[in-house]
């Protein structure tokens, strides 16, 4: 950034010097420089592209006399698209917005720790878990110039407008299902079925089988489904293992079937979206070793997705949320004092919960 200031100063230095000699002696140096350059332009020698110091040199040399007819180097248009580009980056420097305030340092450093301990987690993740945990907001655009950039190689059709609108009045009333494949570390493929509730968007359960038939299915409806709950409808694909006798049941249960389109995933977006969430969250950073293994492992996630996860969805909210959360702090960007910050590992660190906890007198 020094050498084009360099540059300037050395042709103003130049200019002072010059317009100190005498009228004759500027003409015939003038003229001089003129018969060398018309030789230059007939053997058609490409010039080397200019410096910046020495396009603004230019520029500003043009103010002081009739430029056209000695510009030779470049075409005049080139000249005017050289003022025109200063000008917008003079414009742009002085228009520059000047925002609010920086955060204090302590919460920046916390910022940091939170993005860099949970790869997965968005600026929308860490405002959530900031509000509902430690009473501070910070908007989630604030949180995004503090968080650390990206490591390399990290990182829907239009839906019925019917459809969502029934599933939005419904929700309190609704469960959603679906399967999903993972595979093992000896390549065993396992099936996984989820079952969750919309209007809260709690995992109601969930269960881990190398051969599911429509029995086992209806035997984990079973386990989900107490009956004192006020559902009323159910959500499902046109999988064949939803057979009619498993329909029936689910009828005699007290539930509608409210099956999807054809190739629609969009018609069961929550639970095609929870899915996402378990592969984004938990099964894309892990090998299962077998049944047993991938049983314990979603059992951590879904505890941790039930009652310390934040759902932007929700508010943001949390599905299950533990007795004692604080309230929005009344001072914007402080931890409340005589209180610290506590993180409770998940899946061995690859999640944290973060909470306040009062410091020792």
Known sequence: MCYPIFDLLLDTLSLIRHSLRPRCALAAENLFL???????????VKPRR?????????????????????????????????????FRLFWRWKSKARGQPRIPADLQKLIADIAASNVTWG??????????KLGIRVSPRTIRRYMPPP???????????????????????????????????????????????????????????????AEWTLQ??????????????LIHDRDRIYSRELDGALKAMGLRMLKTPFRA??????????????????????????????????KQWVDHYNRGRPHASLGPGIPDPPRGLPQEASSRYRIPQDYSVVTKPILGGLHHEYGLERSPA
């Open 151 to 213: 490591r390399p190689g990290t990182q829907c059709g239009p839906s019925s407008q019917r459809w969502m609108t029934f599933v939005r009045n419904h929700a309190q009333a609704m469960l959603a299902c679906d399967f999903f494949v993972t595979v093992t570390a000896r390549f065993q493929v396992l099936y996984v079925f989820v079952i969750m509730e919309l209007g809260g968007r709690r995992i109601t359960h969930f269960n881990v089988t190398a051969h599911p038939t």
């Open 50 to 86: 200019a410096k910046a110091s020495a396009k603004l040199t230019l520029v500003l040399l043009s103010r002081l006399f009739a430029w056209r007819e000695a510009l030779t180097v470049v075409k005049p248009d080139t000249l005017i698209r050289w003022h025109r580009k200063g």
């Open 34 to 44: 003129r018969k060398q350059l018309a030789m230059y332009l007939e053997r058609k």
């Open 123 to 132: 600026e929308e993740r860490i405002a959530a878990e900031l509000l509902l």
């Open 220 to 233: 984990q409806f079973r386990e989900a489904i107490s009956g004192e709950e006020l559902f009323r409808y």
């Open 265 to 298: 995933p969009q018609a069961n977006a929550y639970c095609e979206r929870l899915v996402g969430s378990i592969r984004r969250e938990c099964l894309d950073f892990l090998i299962p070793l077998n049944e047993k293994h991938l049983r314990r492992t979603l």
